[in-house]
């Protein structure tokens, strides 16, 4: 999943086309994302990290080694669009503003690292779950509106990103609390979403939820977030997940030899599957579409 997403977000985000190009990035971002978002590369106090730069067997001169490889390609990219305006991918988008070119390549980062690896996990989460749940699974590819709550569906029973803090800036009351100025306040996203006066029997997989009176949820399903910094990349996401659970299954009879629910990691600000699960997979003949 992690492989599909990272070609979206290079294709539709980067907008790049070139084999070369697109080999190399394939290689080199996983690294760049694992090591930077490694917690012992984060914890390192700036002064340890800086006396390390120029040791490349340090984790952070290798990071710094992986970011001046991406950085080449990325610039090079941004100059040669700069060149030629126009696509429509995000990159075509961002250089019609007034953003210089390491703030266009900033914001490639940022959407990379928030995009990739959080729709990656959805899905893998709806595989999971489909696998877990067979009656759900059977339904499956039919059509557009059910897969939606598929989708819909598992990002509330397993929602990737567990809260949405923000910094209180001026006391803020929530119920017969008073949160100071400076404070961290954050809805519990996994919590919410496991609320039985809104949803009942939270626990259970049920995209039918999501059928009749979609919005009737309003603001307690919230795998996106919300307010003003709501998920910029939401509707993308969907997208993504519809298309590829469509594919998959639309070519694949899959099925799970253990029926055991897969436990929950935190991973960094994501919710995860513990391990990894083991799926028996076979070719549907000839390939079923809705
Ligand atoms: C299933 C996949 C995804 C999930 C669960 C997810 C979840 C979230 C959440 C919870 C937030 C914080 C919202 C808040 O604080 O209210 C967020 C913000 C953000 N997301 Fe996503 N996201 C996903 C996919 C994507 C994709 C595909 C992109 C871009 C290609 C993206 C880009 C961003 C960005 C840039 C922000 C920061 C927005 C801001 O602060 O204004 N996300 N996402």
Same mark, same amino acid.
């Given at each position: 999943?992690? +492989?599909?997403?990272?070609?979206?977000?290079?294709?539709? !985000?980067?907008?790049?086309?070139?084999?070369?190009?697109?080999?190399?990035?394939?290689?080199?971002? %996983?690294?760049?994302?694992?090591?930077?978002?490694?917690?012992?590369?984060?914890?390192? %106090?700036?002064?340890?990290?800086?006396?390390?730069?120029?040791?490349?067997?340090?984790?952070?001169? $290798?990071?710094?080694?992986?970011?001046?490889?991406?950085?080449?390609?990325?610039?090079?990219?941004? =100059?040669?669009?700069?060149?030629?305006?126009?696509?429509?991918? !995000?990159?075509?988008?961002? #250089?019609?503003?007034?953003?210089?070119?390491?703030? !266009?390549?900033?914001?490639?980062?940022? #959407? *990379?690292?928030?995009?990739?690896?959080?729709?990656?996990? =959805?899905?893998?989460?709806?595989?999971?779950?489909?696998?877990?749940?067979?009656?759900?699974?059977?339904?499956?590819?039919?059509?557009?509106?059910? #897969?939606?709550?598929?989708?819909?569906?598992?990002? $509330?029973?397993? %929602? !990737?990103?567990?809260?949405?803090?923000?910094?209180?800036?001026?006391?803020?009351? *929530?119920?017969?609390? +008073?949160?100071?100025?400076?404070?961290?306040?954050?809805?519990?996203?996994?919590?919410?979403?496991?609320?039985?006066?809104?949803?009942?029997?939270?626990? +259970?997989?049920?995209?039918?939820?999501?059928?009749?009176?979609?919005?009737?949820?309003?603001?307690?399903?919230?795998?996106?977030?919300?307010?003003?910094?709501?998920?910029? =990349?939401?509707?993308?996401? *969907?997208?993504?997940?519809?298309?590829?659970?469509? +594919?998959?299954? =639309?070519?694949?009879?899959?099925?799970?030899?253990?029926?055991?629910?897969?436990?929950?990691?935190?991973?960094?600000?994501?919710?995860?599957?513990?391990?990894?699960?083991?799926?028996?997979?076979?070719?549907?003949? %000839?390939?079923?579409?809705?």
């Amino acid at each position: 999943m992690q +492989e599909i997403t990272l070609e979206v977000i290079l294709r539709l !985000v980067f907008g790049i086309r070139d084999d070369r190009r697109l080999d190399r990035l394939r290689v080199l971002l %996983p690294k760049l994302i694992e090591i930077g978002g490694s917690a012992t590369l984060m914890m390192l %106090p700036p002064r340890v990290r800086e006396a390390t730069r120029r040791l490349p067997f340090t984790q952070y001169g $290798r990071f710094l080694r992986l970011r001046t490889a991406v950085d080449e390609i990325l610039f090079d990219e941004i =100059g040669r669009r700069r060149a030629e305006p126009g696509g429509t991918d !995000v990159l075509g988008r961002l #250089l019609e503003t007034e953003l210089g070119d390491q703030e !266009v390549r900033d914001e490639l980062i940022t #959407l *990379l690292i928030a995009g990739h690896e959080t729709t990656a996990t =959805g899905l893998a989460w709806a595989f999971e779950r489909l696998l877990r749940t067979p009656d759900v699974l059977d339904r499956l590819p039919h059509d557009e509106e059910y #897969l939606d709550a598929v989708v819909k569906e598992a990002l $509330r029973v397993r %929602p !990737v990103v567990f809260e949405a803090p923000r910094l209180v800036d001026a006391p803020l009351r *929530l119920g017969d609390y +008073e949160v100071p100025a400076g404070w961290y306040a954050a809805p519990l996203i996994a919590l919410i979403h496991q609320d039985p006066s809104i949803w009942p029997s939270p626990e +259970e997989f049920r995209p039918e939820r999501f059928l009749d009176g979609a919005d009737a949820h309003g603001k307690a399903w919230m795998p996106f977030g919300g307010g003003r910094r709501f998920c910029v =990349g939401a509707q993308l996401a *969907l997208l993504e997940m519809r298309v590829i659970l469509r +594919e998959v299954l =639309g070519r694949l009879e899959l099925s799970a030899p253990d029926p055991a629910p897969e436990a929950r990691r935190l991973k960094l600000v994501t919710l995860a599957p513990a391990k990894l699960t083991r799926v028996s997979a076979r070719a549907r003949t %000839p390939a079923r579409t809705p």
